[in-house]
């Protein structure tokens, strides 16, 4: 699932001038702009990206918020054994919608789920396609679908009272 990542990250770094500073990050710098992609606005995305140095940018995210929450916090809360789960998009029972979006990014879409044992339950739909070499991409419709897609799938992750309880894979969309 890394390699969905990577993939990911190019077509990041294709989209704007600004965003072709990520090929410069270290790994680690990578990772966690990956994982709060979906947590920054662009504004926010190219003020981690200017900073010249990994310890600017690293002061960066201590010092912008989501929610009231460092951005810093909301990833490295989590041992290094999740923040690599996430990083390697491995989504289980038991993880928080945070983590779902960190680890897949934005769904393609969401759907409120009435009928059941929460006071507060959703189900975020994932498109995903398998490429010829075997790598699975998650979908992203700004993007299109991939030229050399040889599967097209879909998951979907039941949330309930923001605790993944459910995940669902089927073939197609």
Not at 27 to 50: T, V
Not at 101 to 125: C, I, N
Request: charged share 30%.
């Amino acid at each position: 699932m890394r390699r969905v990542l990577l993939v990911l990250a190019l077509a990041v770094v294709i989209g704007g001038c600004w965003k072709k500073r990520v090929k410069h990050l270290s790994s680690a710098e990578f990772d966690h702009y990956y994982a709060l992609r979906p947590f920054m606005n662009e504004d926010i995305q190219k003020g981690f990206l200017k900073g010249k140095t990994e310890e600017e940018r690293n002061e960066f995210l201590h010092t912008h918020t989501f929610q009231e929450k460092p951005l810093w916090d909301i990833f490295y809360q989590y041992d290094e054994a999740k923040r690599e789960a996430i990083v390697s998009g491995e989504v289980a029972k038991g993880w928080s919608a945070d983590m779902v979006l960190m680890a897949w990014g934005t769904p393609y879409d969401k759907k409120k789920l009435v009928g059941r044992p929460a006071s507060r339950s959703e189900m975020l739909v994932y498109r995903f396609e398998t490429d010829e070499d075997g790598t699975i991409m998650v979908y992203d419709p700004e993007e299109g679908s991939a030229y050399h897609a040889i599967r097209h799938f879909t998951r979907e992750v039941v949330l309930d009272d923001n605790v993944v309880t459910e995940i669902h894979e089927e073939n197609g969309w």
